[in-house]
Nanobody, 114 residues
Framework: VQLQASGGGLVQAGGSLRLSCAGS????????MGWFRQAPGQERMFVAR???????TYADSVRGRFTISRDNAKNTMYLQMNGLKPEDTAVYYC?????????WGQGTQVTVSS
């Protein structure tokens, strides 16, 4: 069972990126799925979550700029990031689980230049 995060990169402030998290080994359609991020020297922090039913929750710092979505047919979750700021620079991790964050992806680097 694996989650594979991709889509990170280097972007200028104000730009956009779309992260993907592809699941394999089992279906994640019944799981909550989410994104977390970890900046250098900081703890891993919650970014966004989407329930199995499609309910979305966001951290205050990204609400209105980021959009989480999922495509259960593709066993994949997405994070559309618009209006990126230098403070969004971090390694972004995807996670999934039924009651806890049981599965984690390997992380993808997002760097926002000013």
């Amino acid at each position: 069972v694996q989650l594979q995060a991709s889509g990170g990169g280097l972007v200028q402030a104000g730009g956009s990126l779309r992260l993907s998290c592809a699941g394999s080994g089992r279906t994640f359609s019944s799981d909550a799925m989410g994104w977390f991020r970890q900046a250098p020297g900081q703890e891993r922090m919650f970014v966004a979550r989407i329930s199995s039913g499609g309910r979305m929750t966001y951290a205050d710092s990204v609400r209105g700029r980021f959009t989480i979505s999922r495509d259960n047919a593709k066993n994949t979750m997405y994070l559309q990031m618009n209006g990126l700021k230098p403070e969004d620079t971090a390694v972004y991790y995807c996670a999934a689980g039924l009651n806890n964050w049981d599965y984690w992806g390997q992380g993808t680097q997002v760097t926002v230049s000013s």
